[in-house]
């Protein structure tokens, strides 16, 4: 019985690190050089802008669901047009869901997450969106 209650006190303990670091991460929003802007649109047509780890491989610009707290992730799924700021760049873009083999090369290869970070975050499921560039005119 006192495993019990001793197991029980540290999930409480460890949920509330990772509720705690989830808040402070989105409530200051850090920012540097490898981050962008997302301005998303939510179904009452509300905009919405979401600092994001911007990740670069090969030419093409992602961002990835890394925390439990998605609603900008939420929101490109019902909505998949975007507007980003990421240093020089700012335009409309659209959000696109990445392959099974995409999702794996980035999550394995280009931007594994250290094991410190993830739990921290709580062990979220991770997912990938390729963010494309609106063509004017097309």
Do not use: C
Request: hydrophobic letters at 45%; a negative charge.
């Amino acid at each position: 019985m006192k495993i019990l209650k001793i197991a029980g006190i540290l999930l409480v303990v460890y949920v509330g690190i990772v509720v705690l670091f989830e808040s402070l991460i989105g409530y200051f929003q850090p920012s540097d050089g490898n981050t962008l802007v997302i301005t998303t649109t939510d179904a009452d047509g509300r905009k919405n802008d979401r600092v994001l780890s911007a990740i670069e491989d090969e030419g093409t610009l992602y961002v990835a669901a890394n925390h439990w707290p998605r609603a900008w992730f939420r929101a490109v799924q019902e909505n998949p047009e975007v507007a980003i700021i990421h240093g020089d760049t700012r335009g409309d873009f659209v959000a696109v869901p990445v392959s099974d083999d995409v999702h794996e090369r980035l999550d394995t290869q280009v931007q594994p997450l250290p094991l410190l970070v993830r739990f921290l975050t709580g062990f979220p499921p991770r997912y990938f969106v390729r963010l494309d560039p609106v063509v004017a005119g097309g």
